[in-house]
């Protein structure tokens, strides 16, 4: 573990790892949003983005490329790279004595590292070790609804499938999503070449790579991640993930049984209290959380909070919130402000 596990109590020199990418762009927005006390910035990408000109808070930052030099006395790295980006630089980092908040998978499941979501499990982040992973979007999204539900009664099993935005697969397959829709109503059809398939009037099962078990890995990676973030070990949970063709904002159905009976209207009484989330339900009107309603906030909706009528112990809800936002950069920022020494 750092010397102490806060960042220092002054201005701090922050390096942006990915800064020219979907969710690097998000953290720069929210840095300034949120006034986050920054004395220097550093924005690293990859050669091929080398020397792109970013505005921030007025001025105009050129993008450098990734070397241990541009790591130099720095306090604080947000990666948003790529996980052998993260390996690759992790000691350079340490070497500053600085801390990597890391959204890859690259170190989330290792003992050792906090996998943290502030509103859940905030107190693990003291106990890194220079490195705290951010979770996979869909599992901050879950884990914020899980987190308040638990509190009420313990939960014994969760079956989640997920309606995943392009965005997930960065602002390439964003683009291609408005090229292939527009060839397709021009009579046009293309494939994808970013994704194995067009989202056009379309979808299809996550692409991720398929596991021994026949879950993909963005499948696996919710039920290893959700079970470490509540610290529930032996959380059963399966899920099934899909792309769909939204540009922006992740959707969920989620069916959670509980230990005992849980009203309805009492599981949305805690929800409403609950950081991070607000209520969007309306069964006279069939309105409910859509993807529009969540795209560029910082909350989740959920809605369509119903007893499983398969199961007495059982809720059915629905939930979406912004994937780039909440479910990563947003996450990625609160995190460090976790560790800043507030002045008393």
């Known amino acids: 573990m750092r010397k102490t596990p806060f960042l ?12 020219s990418g979907a969710v690097g762009s998000e953290i720069l927005k929210i840095l300034e949003e949120r006034d ?9 990408s990859s050669e091929r983005s080398e020397g792109k000109i970013i505005k921030w808070k007025g001025e105009k930052i050129f993008t450098k490329k990734v070397s241990k030099e541009e790591f130099l006395n720095v306090d604080l790295v947000l990666a948003s790279a ?7 630089w992790l000691s350079t980092v340490k070497d500053q004595n600085a801390l990597l908040i890391d959204n890859s998978s690259a170190f989330r499941l290792q003992k050792d590292v906090p996998l943290v979501v502030p509103e859940v499990n905030a107190r693990d982040a003291l106990k890194h070790n220079g490195v705290i992973a951010n979770p996979n979007c869909t599992t901050i999204l879950l884990t914020l609804v899980l987190a308040p539900l638990n509190n009420i009664s313990p939960i014994k099993r969760v079956i989640v499938s997920t309606y995943q935005s392009v965005s997930g697969a960065g602002q390439l397959a964003m683009e291609e999503l408005k090229f292939l829709t527009a060839k397709y109503l021009d009579g046009e059809p293309k494939e994808s070449e970013v994704l194995p398939y067009s989202l056009a009037f379309n979808l299809f099962l996550h692409n991720s790579p398929m596991l ?22 032996n959380l059963k949970l399966s899920a099934t993930c899909v792309r769909v063709p939204v540009l922006r904002a992740h959707s969920e159905s989620v069916n959670i049984e509980f230990k005992d009976f849980v009203k309805p209207s009492y599981a949305i009484d805690q929800l409403k209290t609950a950081a991070g989330i ?17 795209m560029g906030r910082d909350k989740i909706a959920v809605g369509r909070v119903r007893t499983d009528i398969s199961n007495p ?10 994937q780039i936002r909440k479910g990563a950069a947003l996450n990625a920022v609160q995190i460090a402000e976790l560790l800043l020494i507030k002045n008393e």
């Open 278 to 294: 607000e209520i969007i339900e309306d069964y006279e009107k069939n309105r409910f959380p859509m993807p529009n309603d969540v």
């Open 82 to 88: 790529g996980g052998s980006i993260s390996k690759k």
């Open 313 to 322: 112990n059982g809720l059915e809800l629905w939930l979406c919130g912004d």
């Open 36 to 44: 986050f006390p920054i004395s220097e910035l550093v924005l690293l």
């Open 212 to 233: 021994a078990n026949n879950y993909c890995e963005e499948e696996m990676k919710m039920t290893y991640e959700t079970r470490k973030i509540m610290n529930i070990s």
């Open 8 to 19: 220092p109590n002054r201005p701090l020199k922050v390096a942006i790892l990915g800064s």
